[in-house]
């Protein structure tokens, strides 16, 4: 009742006075929907990569947009590159790390066009990127070129799902109280299932080695940050500790997720003799902010864009496993063996092909 409360309130209060939308804009008045997403995606990215990243090296981002994440991962020690198509959140990011004195070199270039050394960077996150790409495989091709051998490639996307698509198609960019992207965004072909992602992966020589879904503390936490945003209650810097979003290792991947693959072949080592980049089961980024204590547990996707019984069988061959719970969070999947036929006319009864009440159960009664 609380959420439709305040979206009644927002409707009402809300007409002729709806905020600007616009992606990169430098009027402080305008909602933009990507810094807004980097900004509550921050600690769940970087507690991440606390797990799968290098915990030194160069990093390129792929989207690295106004440079939330870009200066989280300069902070955290690594060399940053960070590559961005719009020109106008390449110079705001560039301009904030130059004030906060952090030494990114931030490019203006489409993650499908631009041009690395091969085996160059140590760490590649592609952020904002296979969600709205037409060629997720031209991005993954030049992902790995620039990856050196045993380097990580990390990402965040959105899954194709029924809530993913109420969410992003619908209330994100549709419905005019919780708009907070321009129309035609997001699109259901570019959504991206990890069973996808990872078999552009293999195609490009990289392993796979698991996904993690993340999510806010709670819908309607969600909704009251938009809301809030929206009315500018807060601002875009509220938005993280409001909105809570948190990883979700024991839940299946429903709307966002992360995941990441490493590139077949040894990590380069330093002058000490030390690996540059993160092996299985070493530590990630040191000094990375909102990391969470223990392994984390991440799912395969080989199966399907959700966690199922299936998964269990890979941990034998020494993956970090989370085992999902069916489609919907608290559903358990069902046994194959289990599923049972049913009709809207009765249970199944009799030899097979015949149902109660069903016309080829026998001559109808009727009129005898």
Same mark, same amino acid.
């Given at each position: 009742?609380?959420?439709?409360?305040e979206l009644t309130m927002e409707r009402t209060s809300g007409m002729g006075?709806?905020?600007?939308?616009?992606?990169?804009?430098?009027?402080?008045?305008?909602?933009?929907?990507?810094?807004?997403?980097?900004?509550?995606?921050?600690?769940?990215?970087?507690?991440?990569?606390?797990?799968?990243?290098?915990?030194?090296?160069?990093?390129?981002?792929?989207?690295?947009?106004?440079?939330?994440?870009?200066?989280?991962?300069?902070?955290?020690?690594?060399?940053?590159?960070?590559?961005?198509? &719009?020109?106008?959140?390449?110079?705001?990011?560039?301009?904030?790390? #130059?004030?906060?004195?952090?030494?990114?070199?931030?490019?203006?270039?489409?993650?499908?066009?631009?041009?690395?050394?091969?085996? &160059?960077?140590?760490?590649?996150?592609?952020?904002? #990127?296979?969600?709205?790409?037409?060629?997720?495989?031209?991005?993954?091709?030049?992902?790995?070129r620039a990856l050196k051998p045993g380097g990580a490639l990390v990402y965040?996307?959105?899954?194709?799902?029924?809530?993913?698509?109420?969410?992003?198609?619908?209330?994100?960019?549709?419905?005019?109280?919780?708009?907070?992207?321009?129309?035609?965004?997001?699109?259901?072909?570019?959504?991206?299932?990890?069973?996808?992602?990872?078999?552009?992966?293999?195609?490009?020589?990289?392993?796979?080695?698991?996904?993690?879904?993340?999510?806010?503390?709670?819908?309607?936490?969600?909704?009251?940050?938009?809301?809030?945003?929206?009315?500018?209650?807060?601002?875009?810097?509220?938005?993280?500790?409001?909105?809570?979003?948190?990883?979700?290792?024991?839940?299946?991947?429903?709307?966002?997720?992360?995941?990441?693959?490493?590139?077949?072949?040894?990590?380069?080592?330093?002058?000490?003799?030390?690996?540059?980049?993160?092996?299985?089961?070493?530590?990630?980024?040191?000094?990375?902010?909102?990391?969470?204590?223990?392994?984390?547990?991440?799912?395969?996707?080989?199966?399907?864009?959700?966690?199922d019984d299936r998964n269990r069988r890979a941990g034998g061959r020494g993956?970090?496993?989370?085992?999902?719970?069916?489609?919907?969070?608290?559903?358990?999947?069902?046994?194959?063996?289990?599923?049972?036929?049913?009709?809207?006319?009765?249970?199944? &009864?009799?030899?097979?092909? #015949?149902?109660?009440? &069903?016309?080829?159960?026998?001559?109808?009664?009727?009129?005898?």
């Open positions: 009742m609380g959420i439709l409360k006075t709806a905020p600007i939308i616009e992606l990169d804009s430098t009027r402080p008045e305008a909602i933009d929907g990507r810094r807004l997403r980097a900004v509550a995606f921050q600690d769940v990215r970087m507690a991440y990569l606390a797990e799968h990243g290098p915990a030194r090296g160069r990093a390129l981002v792929l989207g690295g947009g106004h440079g939330v994440l870009p200066r989280g991962l300069a902070r955290a020690g690594l060399d940053v590159t960070a590559l961005d198509p &719009s020109e106008a959140a390449t110079r705001m990011a560039a301009d904030i790390a #130059t004030a906060q004195n952090l030494a990114i070199a931030h490019r203006t270039a489409r993650a499908e066009e631009f041009d690395a050394p091969p085996g &160059s960077f140590d760490l590649v996150y592609v952020a904002d #990127t296979f969600e709205i790409t037409e060629d997720p495989n031209r991005v993954v091709e030049r992902a790995a965040d996307t959105v899954n194709r799902t029924v809530p993913a698509k109420l969410v992003y198609l619908g209330a994100f960019q549709r419905l005019p109280w919780t708009r907070i992207m321009p129309p035609g965004r997001y699109a259901s072909a570019r959504l991206r299932r990890p069973s996808e992602v990872e078999a552009l992966f293999r195609r490009h020589g990289l392993h796979p080695e698991g996904v993690c879904g993340f999510k806010p503390a709670s819908v309607a936490g969600l909704v009251k940050t938009v809301l809030a945003r929206r009315r500018g209650e807060i601002g875009d810097d509220g938005v993280a500790s409001m909105a809570g979003v948190v990883l979700d290792p024991d839940g299946p991947p429903v709307v966002t997720y992360l995941g990441h693959a490493r590139k077949r072949g040894a990590p380069d080592r330093d002058d000490d003799g030390a690996a540059t980049g993160r092996r299985a089961g070493a530590g990630g980024l040191s000094g990375a902010p909102g990391s969470f204590p223990g392994r984390s547990r991440t799912t395969s996707a080989r199966d399907g864009p959700f966690g993956r970090v496993i989370c085992v999902g719970r069916g489609p919907w969070p608290g559903r358990a999947p069902i046994p194959r063996g289990a599923r049972r036929r049913r009709s809207r006319r009765g249970s199944r &009864s009799g030899p097979r092909g #015949t149902r109660r009440g &069903s016309r080829r159960a026998g001559p109808s009664r009727r009129g005898r």
